[in-house]
T-cell receptor, first 115, second 113 residues
Framework: EAQVTQNPRYLITVTGKKLTVTCSQN?????MSWYRQDPGLGLRQIYY???????DKGDVPEGYKVSRKEKRNFPLILESPSPNQTSLYFC??????????????FGPGTRLTVT | AQSVTQLGSHVSVSEGALVLLRCNYS??????LFWYVQYPNQGLQLLLK??????LVKGINGFEAEFKKSETSFHLTKPSAHMSDAAEYFC???????????FGKGTRLSVIA
């Protein structure tokens, strides 16, 4: 089944404790992206990647890191999480390297709480 | 730069009534426009997309949207609401280049029996 998977689905952590949220897609997609969803703000892009070893900042990159060492994986790293990073996070992928021309497939989401 | 405005953060309709969710966009180039739906505790899935072909776009689950360049609008409609349509709906715009897809803030649709 074609899908984007994220782990973990739920995570409660404390301020400053490094964490990684994994994202994997099995569709051989070029483009992958991370978003955060907050009430009243919609989805905001954190980072995106148009291919292996190519990453770029989205609208809200501060406090996050990403890497794209393999085509299928795009982990999101929070080196020192803070409470304002409490949010619902989505990974997405699309076939073409340009985000706007093809459908994006979304993972199920990771709900992160930082205390 | 592109932007999207969704009018109404919450829309409530009766089962069987017309659904109309409004989306206006701003783009300096011909846009690519999308509607996504998010059911509770799930990720987003594509309802439909406009990519400069027909101005009336049909999507899944009986939804359709009409691209109106003169009004810079891409409103989503469904003739008859069903309880299963209750979800959050997001309009998104892209210039089709290497720039991020821009999402609206979403409209929550409630369907009343």
């Amino acid at each position: 089944e074609a899908q984007v998977t994220q782990n973990p689905r739920y995570l409660i952590t404390v301020t400053g404790k490094k964490l990684t949220v994994t994202c994997s897609q099995n569709m051989n997609h070029e483009y992958m992206s991370w978003y955060r969803q907050d009430p009243g703000l919609g989805l905001r892009q954190i980072y995106y990647s148009m291919n292996v070893e190519v990453t770029d900042k989205g609208d809200v990159p501060e406090g996050y890191k990403v890497s794209r060492k393999e085509k299928r994986n795009f982990p999101l790293i929070l080196e020192s999480p803070s409470p304002n990073q409490t949010s619902l996070y989505f990974c997405a992928s699309s076939l073409l390297p340009t985000s706007g021309r093809s459908e994006q497939y979304f993972g199920p989401g990771t709900r992160l709480t930082v205390t | 730069a592109q932007s999207v405005t969704q009018l109404g953060s919450h829309v409530s309709v009766s089962e069987g009534a017309l659904v109309l969710l409004r989306c206006n966009y701003s783009s300096s180039v011909p846009p690519y426009l999308f509607w996504y739906v998010q059911y509770p505790n799930q990720g987003l899935q594509l309802l439909l997309k406009y990519t400069s072909a027909a101005t009336l776009v049909k999507g899944i689950n009986g939804f359709e949207a009409e691209f109106k360049k003169s009004e810079t609008s891409f409103h989503l409609t469904k003739p008859s609401a069903h309880m299963s349509d209750a979800a959050e709906y997001f309009c998104a715009v892209s210039d089709g280049r290497n720039t991020p897809l821009v999402f609206g803030k979403g409209t929550r649709l409630s369907v009343i029996a």
